[in-house]
């Protein structure tokens, strides 16, 4: 999703996006699968293929888990970059492509280099800008927001009446650990609105280990409270509304999707006069 963001946002968003997940594709199909290969490069190619880079040319290639790509590999990639140019499996002439690489792994890669499993100059060479992705578990006052929108794609996608959440089952959302990060949370919603038959999901529809108490904790303690939370989440989309809109309150009321007398009354709530 970060990924795609930093494409919207480029000069290059009317160019292809394209992304490859490099530990879902064997090694012996990857370097055809990233450089494209001639027609009779080897068993089975039976017509030319251009491969990604090419599709991404003008655009942006995201290369997911990038310490999972062979070592071998490692070595073309780095050319690749370095040269800004490709050779198709099987073909004796490079070709020019101007494609910008994303490349995120969940891996140590410093770790990684100092054990001999990925090549220390392709590490710097795509260490280039860095962005760190912190946790859900750190940010959870994004739950609230989250949770609307998955509650509100699923009902949508499985015929239901839009749910919300009642309070016990957000604040043990919050409350949970997340080790799945984005996806477990996506996967618990959509699970709790299929098995739900109200308005509103309760803690019922939760899996048991998101209602198990964090480790070491007291029955019913929660590390993020729900008022906190959602006061965290409300001050951070005010804030963000009234930036876009040049602080116009009218404006900044139709962002969030609330009237213009509620959000006054938030902004002396949460003290967000100034």
């Known amino acids: 999703m970060l990924a795609r963001a930093i494409h919207a946002q480029s000069p290059r ?3 292809p996006f394209v992304a490859v997940n490099c530990g879902a ?10 450089f494209g290969h001639a027609k009779g490069a080897f068993t089975g190619a039976d017509r030319h293929r251009r491969g990604l880079f090419a599709e991404a040319d003008t655009g942006s290639l995201f290369l997911d888990e990038i310490g999972e790509l062979p070592t071998a590999l490692q070595v073309k990639l780095l050319r690749a970059l370095q040269e800004e140019e490709i050779r198709p499996v099987g073909e004796s002439k490079p070709r020019s492509v101007d494609v910008r690489v994303i490349a995120a792994t969940a891996r140590n890669l410093e770790e990684d280099v100092a054990q001999a499993r990925f ?4 590490f710097y060479r795509l260490n280039v800008v860095r ?8 940010r959870p006052k994004d739950i609230p927001l989250l949770a609307d929108h998955f509650l509100e794609r699923f009902g949508r996608s499985l015929g239901k009446p839009r749910q919300g959440l009642a309070d016990d089952a957000l604040e043990r959302l919050v409350a949970y650990s997340w080790p799945g990060n984005v996806r477990e949370l996506e996967n618990v919603l959509e699970r709790a609105v299929i098995l739900s038959d109200g308005g509103r999901i309760t803690p019922r529809e939760l899996p048991h280990n998101v209602l198990a108490p964090p480790a070491g904790a007291a029955p019913g303690a929660s590390d993020y409270g729900l008022k906190r939370a959602r006061r965290a989440a409300e001050t951070h989309c005010i804030r963000r509304a009234l930036e876009a809109t040049g602080g116009n309150r009218t404006r900044a009321a139709r962002l969030l999707e609330i009237s213009h007398r509620a959000l006054l009354y938030k902004i002396k709530e949460y003290g967000l006069r100034d």
């Open 13 to 15: 968003r009317d160019a």
């Open 25 to 34: 594709i064997s090694e012996n199909l990857l370097e055809s699968e990233l």
């Open 119 to 122: 090549r220390e100059d392709l």
């Open 131 to 138: 962005l760190e992705v912190p946790p859900l578990r750190e």
